[in-house]
């Protein structure tokens, strides 16, 4: 099928271009800039299909970098399988997913790495890749890591945090950084102090204080930065590159953003959450609805202005990409598992379908640059886990992953029947974006147009990823 994307406005990180996109089978065969008559001038009669993309933007399709499609957490199962999250983050613009497969303490790696395979073929509707989290670092383990690169999971993610469940002590996180310093790799940083925080917990719990808002009452922004702090020296001790996850306190950026002027290879990520949601407006709802908001980092107070600080550390690169950490979990049953005791609420927020409308809006509302957020959502996920360019560039022999976004467009998200995920609520109900995403392509096939969805299960592939761009 050749499809030729017509008069639309071309966004990169490197600026805006007005130019025509010419697609053949599974990859852009060209783009063409005005004046250029290089395939004649009969073009249009040539293919199968013209898009006119007049007054939108044409975008990268979005690379969420961080995504937990059937996580086992907290006694249950997230809610989205491959097939519904994949669905979903289509609707949305994303056309590839890296998704964190388990390795349960006492199993083995490759076992793990195998059952992600096991879910996700055959069932994805967009390209897919995998880190790897190590749940018990012992001289297996990190034997695997070394054998994992070649299968294409050139990340690994430690936790700081759950112990008793992924936590990893400082002498585990040493060695696996040194094996990561060895091979390339990109260690991937859950920080919270898991130790303290299980202390604060009890305490709460023993207090009698158990609802939803105690959860992040409980994980204080120290308990971030100091983590962070720690993850940062261990760091620097071993030479291995380091990658925070899913940030949410101002002040453990700050702590990133002095060792990234000091020249440490040291990357930050935030989520939507963590930009629009407050412990006061949401965590902090009437009985038990704040249960919706329960994630890890935690929703953070809006009168500390986080907020305002993460959207200037992504402008600033010290926070350089927007993931969404999308862990979703239906309240009937599955968020109702903690009523009584916040600490048994399953962590975790439904956000795939949403973030490219959701970082949008931050242009509209002057936080970033159009090519800001092309950059935060879809180049720089690409370029730090070794997918670049064949993900995250409009540009010829690159995967015809393509978003055509209408800024003249309005999305209301999260009301009724207006979400795809597999989730019986929304975190982001009643949002409204100031944009639409128009028509999605996956691979060279057109999966979402005028509000209808073409895609198919099996579809995405999986991508054997390189290493980092950022480390050569
Ligand atoms: O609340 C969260 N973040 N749930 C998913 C697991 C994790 O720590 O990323
Ligand atoms: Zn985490
Ligand atoms: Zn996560």
């Known amino acids: 099928m050749k499809i030729l994307i017509k008069n639309g406005l071309l966004v990169s990180p490197l600026g805006t271009s007005h130019a025509d996109v010419l697609v053949d089978g599974e990859t852009i065969a060209a ?29 990268p399709g979005g690379v969420d970098s961080h ?43 490759q076992d793990g790495l195998s059952s992600w395979h096991e879910k996700a073929g055959g069932n994805c509707h967009i390209d897919y890749g995998f880190h790897q989290i190590i749940g018990g ?17 050139t990340s690994f993610k430690l936790f700081m945090a759950y112990p008793g469940v992924f936590y990893s002590d400082d002498g585990q996180i040493l060695r696996a950084m040194q094996t990561a310093a060895g091979n390339g790799s990109m260690i991937m940083m859950h920080a919270e102090n898991g130790i303290a925080i299980d202390v604060l917990v009890s305490q709460a719990l023993a207090e009698g204080k158990t609802d939803p808002k105690y959860h992040s009452l409980t994980r204080p922004w120290e308990t971030e930065a100091e983590a962070v702090h720690r993850a ?40 939507p959450q963590y930009l629009y949601l407050s412990l006061e407006d949401h965590l ?4 038990f609805e704040g249960a919706k908001w329960v994630c890890s980092t935690p929703l953070r107070s809006k009168e500390e202005g986080h907020h305002e ?21 239906c309240f009937k049953e599955q968020k109702e598992l903690g009523i009584g005791d916040f600490s048994k609420i399953p962590n975790g927020i439904g956000t795939v379908e949403h973030r490219m409308d959701l970082i949008y809006q931050g242009v509209v509302e002057g936080q970033i640059t159009l090519e800001r957020w092309v950059e935060l959502c879809s180049t720089t996920p690409a370029r730090m886990f070794g997918l670049y360019p ?11 992953d ?71």
């Open 31 to 59: 783009i063409i800039t005005p004046g250029d008559t290089t395939l004649g001038s009969q073009l249009e009669s040539t293919v199968d299909r013209v898009i006119d993309a007049s007054g939108k933007y044409v975008i």
């Open 67 to 109: 995504t937990h499609m059937e996580l086992p957490f907290g006694g249950t199962f997230a809610s989205d399988t491959f097939e519904t999250g994949t669905r979903a983050a289509a609707w949305g613009g994303t056309t590839t997913i890296i998704d964190f497969a388990v390795q349960k303490f006492g199993e083995r790696v």
């Open 137 to 153: 670092v012992d001289d297996d383990s990190l034997k695997a890591m070394d054998e994992l690169i070649g299968e294409g999971v």
């Open 232 to 271: 940062i020296m261990l760091a620097r001790m071993t030479g291995a590159p380091l990658y925070i996850v899913h940030m949410s306190a101002k002040q453990a950026v700050n702590v990133l953003q002095g060792a990234r002027d000091q020249g440490l290879n040291v990357f930050g990520e935030t989520c």
């Open 284 to 287: 902090s709802q009437p009985g």
């Open 309 to 329: 600080e993460l959207w200037r550390y992504l402008r600033t690169n010290d926070l350089s990409i927007v993931s969404t950490d999308h862990c979703p979990f």
């Open 390 to 400: 064949q993900k995250g560039a409009l540009a010829p022999g690159s995967d015809a």
């Open 402 to 472: 393509i978003v055509i976004y209408d800024p003249a467009g309005r999305t209301e998200i999260g009301l009724e029947k207006t979400h795809h995920m597999n989730m019986d609520h929304s975190a982001w109900e009643g949002t409204v974006i100031d944009g639409h995403v128009d028509t999605v392509i996956s691979r060279g096939k057109i999966v979402v147009e005028n509000n209808e969805y073409f895609g198919t299960k099996g579809h995405g592939k999986y991508l054997k990823r390189g290493l980092s761009q950022y480390l050569m």
